[in-house]
């Protein structure tokens, strides 16, 4: 796992670090998730979630490591 990598629902977090929602596991970019959404904070061993207000998968992007 490295800053800019994609990930996807499901996988588990192995670093402390920030995710960029990207678009939904399929591709699609409808519906889009709520503001708050869009950014979340993992610790290690945390999953990447489901969007909750579309219940869909997502790609997540790396942002950056959580010190």
Not at 2 to 27: C, H, L, P, Q
Request: proline residues 6%; hydrophobic residues 35%.
């Amino acid at each position: 796992m490295a800053i800019g990598d994609m990930y996807e629902t499901g996988r588990k977090s192995e670093y402390y670090a920030e995710y960029r929602w990207v678009s939904n596991s399929d591709g699609s970019l409808s519906p889009m998730p709520q503001p708050h959404e869009m950014k979340i904070t993992l610790r290690i061993g945390e999953i990447l979630p489901i969007v909750e207000s579309t219940g869909k998968d997502a790609r997540w992007k790396m942002t950056a490591y959580i010190s």
